[in-house]
């Protein structure tokens, strides 16, 4: 695990106490403690280290009449709402220009009064931050990476800022500002965090830059209900202020102390926005105003909920930063923002998108979002299985009606150039829901995935597989999980299961066989079910570490016996998910440990069994059988063949199993062909159930009735 260097961290948080709701908090107060407790000469070291930046940038002439700042976002997300828009991302810089501009539209409301004379110190940084058009390696990007990470971006840290954790290492921090988005901060006593970032004023290690929440990007999106003035803040930090309630009152030099500048009165940590706050009367040496006055309430270092305007104090000190601290002269300078590509035109250089999501059941919508770049202007998509099956707008809605894997294309064009896109199987479409009882053996599996089973393994490690061992049988699901690296998680994933018509309770039963590699070793299994076809999950079920197994074994393990399974019964399958579109995951989570084996999935109306509870579609022996047309609007041909011939019954069911039809023909060897009339029968999804009466082989295929 990557270690934080504290010494140059700030960290904002919003509490959870009473007091601490109306406002953020920040964790860097005790963290400097423990800094000064460790090394008592530290404060004194800091307020040389800013005076030298002072004097060596005195009276030197801008070498710009703005700095520019190269940007990169590195999201680091679970598949979930913090895989913020690029409209977001954008949204979050273009806060940071208006503010660090002192363009921002509510700067009317800064005090202009005696006792708070602070408009006219509305600064203008002559700073603007800009999204990188070339990474590293001088390649077009739009200045963004995202990672899929659910073990990194809630309560994240430093580990997801390295792509050894699985996250995402930082660009050169001499040549981009680094950026991570995550779904939550680790917390301290003190609340939830919100964000920290890194002071300027030491080495600029591997993980310098801000980490932030997603929602507190921007004013768009997952951000809609806050100012977007988080990231100004902690950019603040990043270029080198303290907050403006630092060190509290004092009457000293206002030069070495408190947070360096002169024209932000001191100040006891307030929230919410009292316009008569004045929690200190001193007034420092060398002091701006020369006077006591109120509380700089308006100050983006603050955490007043009122924060407007960055001072001509607070700009001198960044300016200084600027000019002076080698990684800001780097950054800014023409030959990076020439490498970086930050001034280039806009014209397209790449097409790409992408779906909210990829999985869907029949009749269901999906969102494409276009993330071309850059200054497009048009898009002609293209929909294979879908409705509409083209589109020009920038991100169209699709509904699929149609099993099957289709394709997407995109040609993106900026009015004079184009560039295409085209992702093959990019939309799995399930097929239609089985009834219960559901059993699961995986014995006439071919392979995982396939038709009714589905993988998730963004992390591309060790994913869910069909294994040659199970549970008294010679095939289970299974992970290869020996060795994998920490925090890697796998899912596997049903198609649709018909809960529509259970009137009693519903049991969910599977069996397992896992071993740890080391004691220590921690993962994870967790259930989820979903009653709208994935689109939300409820965890339902969670084993862990020594509860998921208290054997260890140091080579890779397969299991032996029946002793070395475990049976899950889950009764909590409750009657909102008793939908014709259920779904079933299982997920398991990674620490370097060993093998994971699943078997006998069994879903079921009634009390736990530790039999398997099978339905008439269950131990079929596949036999040549084709239906067609399949949707039909009438008749339905069946078309099969025996090795001999024999008294076959063809039957009409429902979905719950209730024949509807019933059909006894004399088949010959070889090839037969039966006509079925379904015109009394209503639109629907049916079962034909053929069954060989000599032999007893019996199948169920699915048709549907439009």
């Known amino acids: 695990m ?83 828009s690029m409209d977001q991302i954008q949204s979050g810089i273009d806060v940071m220009n208006e503010d660090f501009a002192a363009l921002n539209a509510d700067a009317g409301q800064i005090r202009d009064n005696p006792d708070a004379p602070y408009a006219p110190l509305h600064a203008n940084v002559e700073v603007e931050f800009k999204l990188a058009k070339r990474d590293p390696q001088g390649n077009c990007t739009n200045g963004v990476q995202r990672q899929y990470a659910p073990s990194l971006t809630n309560q994240a840290g430093e580990d997801c800022k390295y792509s050894s954790n699985g996250g995402l290492d930082a660009w050169p921090n001499d040549s981009y500002l680094n ?12 609340g939830t965090t919100l964000g920290y970032a890194f002071l300027p004023y030491n080495n600029w290690g591997s993980g310098h830059g801000i980490l932030n929440r997603h929602d507190r990007v921007g004013r768009i999106g997952t951000a809609s209900n806050n100012d977007g003035r988080t990231l100004t803040h902690e950019m603040g930090h990043i270029c080198g202020l303290f907050h403006t309630f630092q060190d509290g009152c004092h009457s000293n030099d206002c030069n070495s102390n408190g947070d360096f500048v002169c024209d932000t009165p ?45 001072s001509e104090g607070q700009k001198a000190l960044m300016n200084n930063n600027f000019e002076t601290i080698p990684n800001f ?34 009749g269901q919508s999906v969102n494409f979002n276009d993330m071309s770049y850059h200054g497009v202007s048009a898009w002609d998509w293209n929909f294979q299985g879908g409705t509409p099956s083209t589109s020009t707008a920038q991100n169209p809605v699709v509904t699929y009606n149609t099993p099957g894997v289709y394709e997407v294309s995109l040609t993106a064009s900026d009015g004079t150039n184009n560039a295409t896109e085209t992702k093959t199987a990019f939309i799995r479409v399930l097929d239609f829901s089985v009834p219960l009882p559901f059993y699961e053996s995986f014995e006439n599996v071919n ?20 294994k040659n061992v199970g549970l008294n049988s010679s095939k289970s699901a299974g992970i290869s999980n020996f060795g994998e690296p920490v925090g890697a998680v796998d899912e596997l994933l049903s198609s649709p299961i018909d809960l529509s018509q259970v009137s009693n309770d519903v049991t969910l039963s599977f069996r397992y066989a896992y071993r740890k590699r080391y004691p220590a070793n921690d993962e994870w299994l967790r259930v989820f079910i979903s009653n709208d076809c994935g689109e939300l999950w ?45 779904l079933v995951k299982f997920q398991f989570e990674a620490d370097n440990g060993n093998n994971f084996y699943l078997d006998d999935i ?96 019996r199948q169920l295929h699915r048709i549907v009735k439009h």
């Open 2 to 84: 990557k270690q934080m260097n504290w010494l140059w961290v700030l960290v904002i948080i919003i509490g959870h106490s009473l007091h601490a709701q109306e406002g953020d908090w920040c964790g860097f107060d005790p963290i400097l403690e423990d800094k000064i407790e460790a090394n008592p000469n530290y404060w004194n070291e800091l307020q040389v280290k800013i005076n030298a930046i002072r004097q060596e940038s005195n009276g030197a002439q801008p070498k710009s009449a703005t700095y520019t700042i190269p940007v990169v976002f590195h999201i680091i997300h679970d598949g979930g709402v913090g895989n913020i």
């Open 266 to 310: 001191p100040a006891e940590q307030t929230f919410g926005c009292l316009l008569t706050n004045n929690t200190c009367n001193n007034v420092p040496v060398f002091d701006y105003y020369g006077s006591d006055v109120l509380d700089m309430n308006e100050n983006h270092m603050s955490y007043n909920s009122c924060r407007l305007m960055f």
């Open 447 to 466: 392979a995982i995935p396939g038709d009714f089973w589905l993988v998730s393994n963004p992390g591309n490690n060790g994913a869910f597989e069909l």
């Open 329 to 362: 002269i780097s950054i800014t300078s023409p030959a990076n923002l020439t490498a970086t590509g930050v001034n280039e035109p806009d014209v397209i250089c790449e097409a790409a998108f992408d779906a909210d999501k990829k999985i869907v059941c029949i």
């Open 179 to 190: 950026i991570w988005v995550v779904n939550s901060i680790e917390s301290n006593s003190q």
């Open 602 to 697: 069994n879903i079921y109306e009634g009390d736990p069994s530790d039999d398997p509870v099978v339905g008439i579609y269950q131990n079929e022996i596949p036999v040549d059988f084709s239906i067609y047309p399949n949707p039909t609007s009438n008749d339905v041909h069946i078309e099969f063949s025996l090795q001999q011939s024999e008294n076959v019954k063809l039957n009409i069911r429902s979905m719950d199993g209730r024949i509807l039809q019933n059909n006894s023909i004399q088949a010959n060897t070889g090839k037969n062909l039966a006509i079925l009339d379904l015109s009394r029968l209503s639109k629907g999804i049916y079962w034909i159930e053929m069954i060989q009466q000599n032999s007893g082989i």
């Open 538 to 582: 409820a965890q339902r079920k969670t084993m862990r570490g020594s509860q998921l197994s208290d054997q260890t074994e140091a080579n890779a393990w397969e299991p032996q016996s029946e002793e070395d399974w475990v049976t899950v019964h889950m009764t909590n399958v409750t009657s909102s998910f008793w939908v014709d579109n259920f």
